[in-house]
Protein backbone atom coordinates (compact mmCIF):
# COMPACT_ATOMS: atom_id res chain seq x y z
CA UNK A 1 0.00 0.00 0.00
CA UNK A 2 3.07 2.08 -0.12
CA UNK A 3 2.32 5.65 -2.27
CA UNK A 4 -0.91 4.08 -2.80
CA UNK A 5 -4.14 6.54 -3.42
CA UNK A 6 -6.63 5.95 -0.56
CA UNK A 7 -9.93 8.22 -0.73
CA UNK A 8 -11.88 8.46 3.12
CA UNK A 9 -15.43 9.62 3.76
CA UNK A 10 -16.92 10.08 7.05
CA UNK A 11 -20.81 10.79 7.59
CA UNK A 12 -22.94 11.15 10.48
CA UNK A 13 -25.76 8.88 9.34
CA UNK A 14 -28.21 10.01 11.87
CA UNK A 15 -29.57 6.13 11.52
CA UNK A 16 -27.98 3.34 9.43
CA UNK A 17 -31.58 2.77 8.39
CA UNK A 18 -32.85 6.02 7.61
CA UNK A 19 -29.65 6.67 5.56
CA UNK A 20 -29.85 3.88 3.32
CA UNK A 21 -33.55 4.21 2.64
CA UNK A 22 -32.47 7.64 1.28
CA UNK A 23 -30.00 6.41 -1.20
CA UNK A 24 -26.59 6.12 0.73
CA UNK A 25 -26.13 2.84 -0.78
CA UNK A 26 -26.01 3.72 -4.37
CA UNK A 27 -23.91 7.24 -3.78
CA UNK A 28 -21.35 5.28 -2.06
CA UNK A 29 -21.29 2.78 -5.54
CA UNK A 30 -20.66 5.67 -7.38
CA UNK A 31 -18.40 7.90 -5.22
CA UNK A 32 -16.00 4.77 -4.45
CA UNK A 33 -14.34 5.73 -1.89
CA UNK A 34 -12.20 3.13 -0.16
CA UNK A 35 -13.35 3.30 3.34
CA UNK A 36 -16.28 4.95 4.78
CA UNK A 37 -16.31 5.75 8.63
CA UNK A 38 -19.99 6.39 9.59
CA UNK A 39 -21.42 7.31 12.82
CA UNK A 40 -24.79 7.34 14.86
CA UNK A 41 -25.66 4.26 13.40
CA UNK A 42 -28.24 3.66 15.59
CA UNK A 43 -28.55 -0.14 15.40
CA UNK A 44 -27.66 -3.05 17.59
CA UNK A 45 -25.66 -6.27 16.14
CA UNK A 46 -29.53 -7.59 15.65
CA UNK A 47 -30.25 -4.90 13.08
CA UNK A 48 -27.18 -5.13 11.04
CA UNK A 49 -27.21 -8.67 10.60
CA UNK A 50 -28.28 -9.83 6.83
CA UNK A 51 -28.41 -5.85 6.24
CA UNK A 52 -25.76 -4.02 6.83
CA UNK A 53 -22.67 -6.01 7.28
CA UNK A 54 -21.02 -4.38 3.88
CA UNK A 55 -22.12 -1.09 2.07
CA UNK A 56 -21.38 -1.00 -1.74
CA UNK A 57 -18.73 -3.53 -1.35
CA UNK A 58 -17.10 -2.50 1.67
CA UNK A 59 -17.67 -4.61 5.22
CA UNK A 60 -18.04 -3.12 8.04
CA UNK A 61 -16.83 -3.25 11.74
CA UNK A 62 -18.79 -1.69 14.66
CA UNK A 63 -18.83 -0.88 17.50
CA UNK A 64 -22.46 -0.68 19.20
CA UNK A 65 -24.06 1.14 22.07
CA UNK A 66 -25.57 -0.34 24.65
CA UNK A 67 -28.73 1.66 24.73
CA UNK A 68 -31.13 0.68 21.47
CA UNK A 69 -31.34 3.42 18.95
CA UNK A 70 -28.70 4.98 20.46
CA UNK A 71 -25.19 6.33 19.10
CA UNK A 72 -22.69 3.43 17.52
CA UNK A 73 -20.29 3.60 15.15
CA UNK A 74 -18.77 1.61 12.26
CA UNK A 75 -15.80 1.82 9.78
CA UNK A 76 -16.67 -0.01 5.81
CA UNK A 77 -13.15 -0.89 3.97
CA UNK A 78 -12.63 -2.56 0.79
CA UNK A 79 -9.31 -3.30 2.22
CA UNK A 80 -8.48 -5.92 4.90
CA UNK A 81 -7.54 -4.49 8.11
CA UNK A 82 -4.97 -6.33 9.95
CA UNK A 83 -6.58 -6.13 13.43
CA UNK A 84 -9.32 -4.03 14.75
CA UNK A 85 -9.60 -1.85 17.94
CA UNK A 86 -13.34 -2.03 19.55
CA UNK A 87 -13.70 0.95 22.18
CA UNK A 88 -10.79 3.07 23.89
CA UNK A 89 -11.84 3.64 27.53
CA UNK A 90 -13.26 0.63 28.80
CA UNK A 91 -15.67 2.36 30.77
CA UNK A 92 -18.64 5.09 30.17
CA UNK A 93 -17.99 6.02 26.98
CA UNK A 94 -17.16 2.23 25.21
CA UNK A 95 -20.96 1.48 26.44
CA UNK A 96 -21.67 3.97 24.24
CA UNK A 97 -20.27 2.88 21.45
CA UNK A 98 -18.18 5.57 20.31
CA UNK A 99 -14.83 4.36 18.88
CA UNK A 100 -13.62 1.60 16.24
CA UNK A 101 -10.17 1.29 14.90
CA UNK A 102 -9.08 -0.45 12.11
CA UNK A 103 -4.95 -1.30 11.46
CA UNK A 104 -3.40 -0.96 7.93
CA UNK A 105 -0.15 -2.45 9.61
CA UNK A 106 2.57 -4.19 7.60
CA UNK A 107 6.36 -4.31 8.36
CA UNK A 108 7.05 -0.81 6.72
CA UNK A 109 4.54 0.97 8.44
CA UNK A 110 1.52 1.03 10.95
CA UNK A 111 -1.59 2.62 9.45
CA UNK A 112 -4.90 3.49 11.65
CA UNK A 113 -8.32 4.58 10.53
CA UNK A 114 -10.84 5.53 13.06
CA UNK A 115 -14.36 6.16 13.04
CA UNK A 116 -15.43 8.14 16.39
CA UNK A 117 -18.68 10.13 17.40
CA UNK A 118 -17.25 12.53 20.44
CA UNK A 119 -20.66 13.38 22.62
CA UNK A 120 -23.32 16.25 22.41
CA UNK A 121 -23.37 18.32 25.25
CA UNK A 122 -26.36 20.44 24.17
CA UNK A 123 -29.29 18.50 26.15
CA UNK A 124 -27.99 19.74 29.22
CA UNK A 125 -25.15 19.96 31.74
CA UNK A 126 -24.73 16.57 32.77
CA UNK A 127 -23.79 15.74 29.15
CA UNK A 128 -21.78 18.78 28.61
CA UNK A 129 -19.18 17.47 31.20
CA UNK A 130 -19.55 14.30 29.78
CA UNK A 131 -18.79 15.27 26.70
CA UNK A 132 -15.40 17.48 28.77
CA UNK A 133 -14.42 14.08 30.04
CA UNK A 134 -14.74 12.28 26.64
CA UNK A 135 -12.45 15.24 25.53
CA UNK A 136 -10.04 14.65 28.33
CA UNK A 137 -9.98 10.75 27.64
CA UNK A 138 -9.66 11.01 24.03
CA UNK A 139 -6.87 13.72 24.27
CA UNK A 140 -4.45 11.48 26.34
CA UNK A 141 -5.77 8.41 23.98
CA UNK A 142 -4.56 10.11 21.12
CA UNK A 143 -1.02 11.45 21.87
CA UNK A 144 -0.47 7.59 23.55
CA UNK A 145 -1.78 6.21 19.90
CA UNK A 146 0.12 8.87 17.94
CA UNK A 147 3.91 7.63 19.58
CA UNK A 148 3.00 3.95 18.66
CA UNK A 149 1.74 4.63 14.76
CA UNK A 150 -0.20 6.83 12.07
CA UNK A 151 -3.50 7.40 12.16
CA UNK A 152 -6.95 9.50 10.51
CA UNK A 153 -9.70 9.76 12.93
CA UNK A 154 -12.88 10.80 11.08
CA UNK A 155 -15.72 11.28 12.82
CA UNK A 156 -18.64 13.99 13.96
CA UNK A 157 -16.95 15.39 16.76
CA UNK A 158 -19.39 17.96 17.65
CA UNK A 159 -17.18 20.79 17.60
CA UNK A 160 -16.92 23.72 15.74
CA UNK A 161 -13.35 25.07 16.58
CA UNK A 162 -13.44 28.33 14.34
CA UNK A 163 -15.50 31.69 13.91
CA UNK A 164 -15.71 30.58 10.23
CA UNK A 165 -16.91 27.17 11.20
CA UNK A 166 -20.09 28.30 11.90
CA UNK A 167 -22.89 30.27 10.20
CA UNK A 168 -24.05 32.04 13.72
CA UNK A 169 -20.99 32.44 16.20
CA UNK A 170 -21.70 35.46 17.93
CA UNK A 171 -25.03 34.03 19.16
CA UNK A 172 -23.79 30.43 19.67
CA UNK A 173 -20.54 31.23 22.31
CA UNK A 174 -22.22 29.99 24.98
CA UNK A 175 -23.75 27.00 23.60
CA UNK A 176 -22.14 23.76 22.87
CA UNK A 177 -20.01 22.90 20.21
CA UNK A 178 -18.45 26.59 20.26
CA UNK A 179 -18.00 27.42 23.88
CA UNK A 180 -14.84 28.34 24.65
CA UNK A 181 -13.09 25.19 26.25
CA UNK A 182 -14.20 23.13 23.28
CA UNK A 183 -12.49 24.92 21.25
CA UNK A 184 -9.52 25.80 23.24
CA UNK A 185 -9.49 22.05 22.79
CA UNK A 186 -9.47 21.66 19.65
CA UNK A 187 -6.27 24.11 19.22
CA UNK A 188 -4.58 21.97 21.68
CA UNK A 189 -5.11 19.10 19.65
CA UNK A 190 -4.10 20.88 16.45
CA UNK A 191 -0.76 23.11 17.86
CA UNK A 192 0.54 20.81 20.93
CA UNK A 193 -1.27 17.87 20.36
CA UNK A 194 0.44 17.37 16.78
CA UNK A 195 -2.53 16.70 14.94
CA UNK A 196 -4.10 18.12 11.57
CA UNK A 197 -7.54 19.17 10.83
CA UNK A 198 -6.93 18.05 7.03
CA UNK A 199 -9.75 19.59 6.13
CA UNK A 200 -8.36 22.87 7.17
CA UNK A 201 -5.23 22.42 5.74
CA UNK A 202 -6.47 22.26 2.55
CA UNK A 203 -9.29 24.71 2.65
CA UNK A 204 -7.87 27.27 5.05
CA UNK A 205 -10.30 30.25 4.13
CA UNK A 206 -13.37 28.26 3.15
CA UNK A 207 -16.38 29.52 5.17
CA UNK A 208 -20.33 29.27 4.03
CA UNK A 209 -19.27 26.33 1.84
CA UNK A 210 -17.12 24.30 4.90
CA UNK A 211 -20.50 23.32 6.50
CA UNK A 212 -21.56 19.56 7.60
CA UNK A 213 -24.70 19.91 9.46
CA UNK A 214 -27.58 21.57 9.12
CA UNK A 215 -30.32 21.78 11.84
CA UNK A 216 -34.02 20.50 11.29
CA UNK A 217 -35.25 24.14 12.18
CA UNK A 218 -36.60 27.21 10.27
CA UNK A 219 -35.24 25.81 7.39
CA UNK A 220 -31.16 25.84 8.33
CA UNK A 221 -30.12 23.54 5.40
CA UNK A 222 -32.06 25.60 2.33
CA UNK A 223 -30.43 28.64 3.96
CA UNK A 224 -27.56 27.25 4.75
CA UNK A 225 -27.62 27.85 8.01
CA UNK A 226 -25.07 25.29 9.29
CA UNK A 227 -21.70 24.14 11.65
CA UNK A 228 -18.82 22.35 10.48
CA UNK A 229 -18.57 19.53 12.70
CA UNK A 230 -17.25 16.48 10.93
CA UNK A 231 -13.52 16.44 10.85
CA UNK A 232 -10.73 13.89 9.39
CA UNK A 233 -7.56 14.61 11.83
CA UNK A 234 -4.50 13.00 11.15
CA UNK A 235 -0.94 12.17 12.22
CA UNK A 236 0.93 14.52 10.40
CA UNK A 237 2.47 11.79 7.96
CA UNK A 238 -0.11 10.87 6.55
CA UNK A 239 -1.74 14.84 6.35
CA UNK A 240 0.88 15.83 4.39
CA UNK A 241 -0.46 13.50 1.61
CA UNK A 242 -4.31 14.85 1.45
CA UNK A 243 -4.81 16.35 -2.41
CA UNK A 244 -8.67 17.22 -2.44
CA UNK A 245 -11.52 17.57 0.10
CA UNK A 246 -15.30 17.29 -0.94
CA UNK A 247 -18.71 17.97 1.00
CA UNK A 248 -21.48 16.52 -0.51
CA UNK A 249 -24.57 18.18 -0.97
CA UNK A 250 -25.87 16.68 -4.06
CA UNK A 251 -28.70 14.41 -2.12
CA UNK A 252 -29.30 14.49 1.70
CA UNK A 253 -29.11 10.93 3.12
CA UNK A 254 -28.51 12.75 7.08
CA UNK A 255 -29.06 16.21 8.77
CA UNK A 256 -25.18 15.81 8.03
CA UNK A 257 -22.99 15.88 4.69
CA UNK A 258 -20.28 13.38 3.46
CA UNK A 259 -17.00 14.51 3.74
CA UNK A 260 -14.25 13.03 1.60
CA UNK A 261 -10.77 13.43 1.12
CA UNK A 262 -8.14 11.73 -1.09
CA UNK A 263 -5.00 10.96 0.12
CA UNK A 264 -1.83 9.02 -1.16
CA UNK A 265 -0.11 7.39 1.81
Known amino acids: MKNSSFKLTSLNLNGIRSATSKGLETWLQQAAPDCICVQEVKAQASDVAGKFESLAGMKGYFHFAE ?10 TRLEPSDVVVGFDKGEFDQEGRYV ?5 TPLRKHSIISAYFPSGSS ?134 PLTIDYTW
Open 101 to 105: ELRFD
Open 124 to 257: GEDRQQAKFRFLDAMYGHLQHLKSGRDFILCGDINIAHREADLKNWKSNQKNSGFTPPERAWMTQLTTQGGIVDVYRQVEPNATDTCYTWWSNRGQAYAKNVGWRLDYQLATQNLAQGARSVEIYKGEKFSDHA
Open 67 to 76: KKGYSGVAAY
